[in-house]
Each structure stands twice: as C-alpha cells, then as structure tokens.
C-alpha cells in the first residue's frame, strides 16, 4: 500500500512569504501529525489533526496552522517566514483510535527561508 | 520536554548485537514505550513497541523492566544500513491523540 506522501519535497522562500505543506496519509488512517526538525531543537511536535479537528497542539506560535480535509489530508502553514523556520516538516499517519500501532512517517518537505 | 533520556551515541561492530538503552522512569501505565530510528534526511522509520512484556519482530527485540522505568532496544545482528538516530518515546495511547515528544536520540555507529 502507498506510504504518507508529502509535497513539495523541497521548497526555497523569502523571509516573509507564506508557505503551504501538504501531507496525503495512508489509506484509512485519520491521524496526522506534524513534526519540525532543526539540527539545533531536533523533532518538536507542532499539531495533531483527528478526523478534520485540531486535537493536540505544540508550542509553536500562530504563525503556524494547519487543517485537515474530508479525506484525512492535511495541509500546514506557515505565515511571516522567518530565516529560522528552515527545517524538515514531517508528518506522520496513524489510525489515530485508541489502538496501540504504530505512526508511519512522510519523507519530509524540506524548506529554506532566504 | 521528552520523557526519555538516552546516550548520545553509541558504536557497535557490524555483525555484533547493538543494545540500546533507555530510561523513561516517569512512566505512566497508559503509556507504550515505542522506538523508532531515523536514517540521514528521511523520516522517522516505526522499528517497534510495548507495554510491559518484551516484544520482538523482523527487526529488532524489545525488553522492557519489570518496574517499566526502562528498556533495551537489541539489533541482534547490526549491519552497516543500521547506522542511524535511534529514538526511544512513550505515548500515551488511552488520550487518544498522538502528541509524541521525541528527545535528542542516541545516534548508532556501525563500523565494519
């Protein structure tokens, strides 16, 4: 079966601008979460969308959002790029119920703010 | 904060078991212990999972203490391919959510 696709892989912005991400999860999964990698701060979680809603939240600031679409796709923001914002986004699926498997992650969309 | 604490790295021959550690004594008893490893610039890869009993799959064994404050993760017979960022989370799976902190990890080196 197809794996948690993530578009674009690679993204170059000026500081300011917008960015859009989007992450397709696997079939049947209804969880996404979003992920911020840095050499410095590693992995921090940014948010967790369940079935179109908001369930859990990072310590991010409102520049950065995100929703999540009918069929479990979920798009992220980010607003006023600054040159930190420079990362890996990942994005992880799951079935998201109360069951006990595993998160399958994307391959990352990699953006750098000029 | 993560709720894990790991070594930063660690080495290991390549052919020889790698026994990662992790401590996680502020566990809860709703939440799984999972490891996952990530190879240079990809996502996270799922390796495995438990609660309490140890747990072995294709890729790797888990064995979890009795008091549950930490685990092992053994690559029983490393390769090269295994040389990556190894991390140990706990998530609580009864809230429903999937809000996972990962740490810093232990970076794996296997040397030929």
């Known amino acids: 079966k197809a794996g948690v696709t993530q578009t674009p892989r690679y993204l170059i912005k000026t500081r300011g601008q917008q960015v859009t991400l989007s992450c397709s999860p696997i079939?049947?999964?209804?969880?996404v979460s979003w992920y911020q990698q840095t050499p410095g701060q590693g992995l921090q979680f940014l948010f967790e969308?369940?079935?179109?809603?908001?369930?859990n939240k990072g310590n991010f600031p409102g520049r950065f959002s995100g929703r999540q679409f009918s069929n479990s796709r979920s798009e992220m923001n980010v607003s006023t790029l600054e040159l930190g914002d420079s990362a890996l986004y990942l994005c992880?699926?799951?079935?998201?119920?109360?069951?006990?498997?595993?998160?399958?992650f994307g391959q990352g969309t990699r953006l750098t703010v000029v | 904060d993560a709720k894990t604490t790991q070594p930063p790295s660690m080495d290991c021959a390549e052919g020889r078991a790698a026994n990662l550690p992790c401590n996680h004594s502020?566990?809860?008893?709703?939440?799984?212990v999972y490891w996952y490893r990530q190879i240079h610039s990809q996502g996270p890869q799922y390796i495995i999972h438990?609660?309490?009993n140890n747990e072995t799959n294709e890729m790797a064994s888990l064995i979890i203490t009795e008091d549950r404050k930490s685990s092992t993760l053994i690559l029983p017979h490393a390769t090269l391919r295994d040389t990556a960022v190894y991390y140990c989370?706990?998530?609580?799976?009864?809230?429903?959510?999937?809000?996972?902190?990962f740490g810093a990890g232990t970076r794996l080196f296997v040397k030929a």
């Open positions: 992880a699926s799951s079935f998201g119920d109360r069951d006990y498997t595993e998160a399958f």
């Open positions: 079939s049947g999964h209804r969880s």
């Open positions: 969308y369940f079935s179109e809603t908001q369930r």
């Open positions: 502020t566990i809860s008893g709703n939440e799984y």
């Open positions: 438990g609660l309490k």
């Open positions: 989370i706990v998530r609580d799976l009864n809230t429903g959510g999937f809000k996972t902190i």
